[in-house]
Nanobody, 123 residues
Framework: QVQLVESGGGLVQAGGSLRLSCAASGSIFSINAMGWYRQAPGKRRELVATITSGGSANYAESLKGRFTISRDNAKNTVYLQMNSLKPEDTAVYYC?????????????????WGQGTQVTVSS
């Protein structure tokens, strides 16, 4: 079993900051890319940022300069620092991990999602 648990969401005023965390746990052999996606009401889930195990980051073009993704490989944790938040950043933020699970007898490569954490930015 593999779990991704997000934390750090909440209510913040426009212009404020939040830091999201996502910790992966379970029978993990290795983690390739980790990332953050978000889904606003009535909209499709969209990419926020991803980061490889080597630290190469990729961002949604519209979020560059305000959001920073990082990870701690030793803790199987990915972070998202969000600055200068805007009301349009309001969404449920989901953590994602592309990882290799070891079941004790074989390996399974799969994509895992967290349960999501709500971020609300008031104007």
């Amino acid at each position: 079993q593999v779990q991704l648990v997000e934390s750090g969401g909440g209510l913040v005023q426009a212009g404020g900051s939040l830091r999201l965390s996502c910790a992966a746990s379970g029978s993990i052999f290795s983690i390739n890319a980790m990332g953050w996606y978000r889904q606003a009401p009535g909209k499709r889930r969209e990419l926020v940022a991803t980061i490889t195990s080597g630290g190469s980051a990729n961002y949604a073009e519209s979020l560059k300069g305000r959001f920073t993704i990082s990870r701690d490989n030793a803790k199987n944790t990915v972070y998202l620092q969000m600055n200068s938040l805007k009301p349009e950043d309001t969404a449920v933020y989901y953590c994602n991990a592309d990882l290799m699970q070891y079941t004790g007898s074989h390996y399974i490569k799969d994509d895992y999602w967290g349960q999501g954490t709500q971020v609300t930015v008031s104007s």
